[in-house]
């Protein structure tokens, strides 16, 4: 007598072996399906290439993709400036515009020389100012009618350079004659100064 438990396994095992022979058909069939099918999709491909030729056997190059073309345009900058040049001309123009040297040192020796006379103010007179001490010539004889060069003999000292006897005279000149504009004292014909008030004619004593 037959197990009936070994009876349903057997039967089952039966069924399993159907199924598996049904599906093993199932799938060739489906090769078969998708070999045909390639063939298809190969005959489309090459018939696309031969439509996209252009007749000389040379295939047209593919689209560019939407993307190059923002790189395209990227890629092509503003022209770059070429870098200013100066040209000689103006080089040398500017040179010839800048300042030498020689004319501030000939300025600084120039104003060294007409201030060089104070070196040679006498001792007593040395520590006033050179205004109280032409201002104090004349006061110490008010009757006198002085030059100006005798006004510089009494404040300078006899061994003064010609150089600085020049810029001496012209401060000492000055001095005297914005003294007379403030009619601290009289001034005559010739450059003649004196306290008191000087009588036309009258020359220097």
Do not use: C
Request: aromatic share 4%; proline share 7%.
């Amino acid at each position: 007598m037959t197990d009936p438990a070994l009876a349903k396994l057997l039967k089952i095992d039966s069924e399993l072996l159907a199924q598996e022979a049904e599906l093993t058909t199932q799938l060739e069939a489906l090769k078969v399906k998708r070999a045909s099918l390639k063939d298809v999709l190969e005959m489309f491909d090459s018939n696309q290439k031969k439509t996209a030729s252009n007749g000389n056997g040379v295939t047209a190059p593919a689209p560019e993709s939407a993307s190059a073309t923002p790189v395209a345009e990227a890629t092509v900058a503003a022209p770059v400036k070429p870098p200013i040049k100066i040209s000689r001309n103006r080089q040398t123009t500017e040179k010839k515009d800048s300042p030498s040297k020689s004319p501030s040192k000939a300025s600084s020796e120039g104003k060294s020389n007409r201030r060089g006379w104070q070196r040679y103010v006498r001792e007593e007179f040395r520590k006033t100012p050179l205004p109280e001490v032409v201002s104090g010539v004349l006061e110490s004889q008010p009757k006198k009618v002085f030059e100006i060069g005798g006004v510089v003999d009494t404040i300078f000292v006899e061994k003064i350079p010609q150089w600085a006897r020049k810029g001496a005279r012209e401060r000492v000149s000055n001095i005297l004659a914005e003294g007379a504009r403030k009619k601290r004292w009289h001034r005559g014909k010739g450059g003649r100064y004196s306290m008191s008030k000087i009588p036309e004619g009258a020359t220097s004593a």
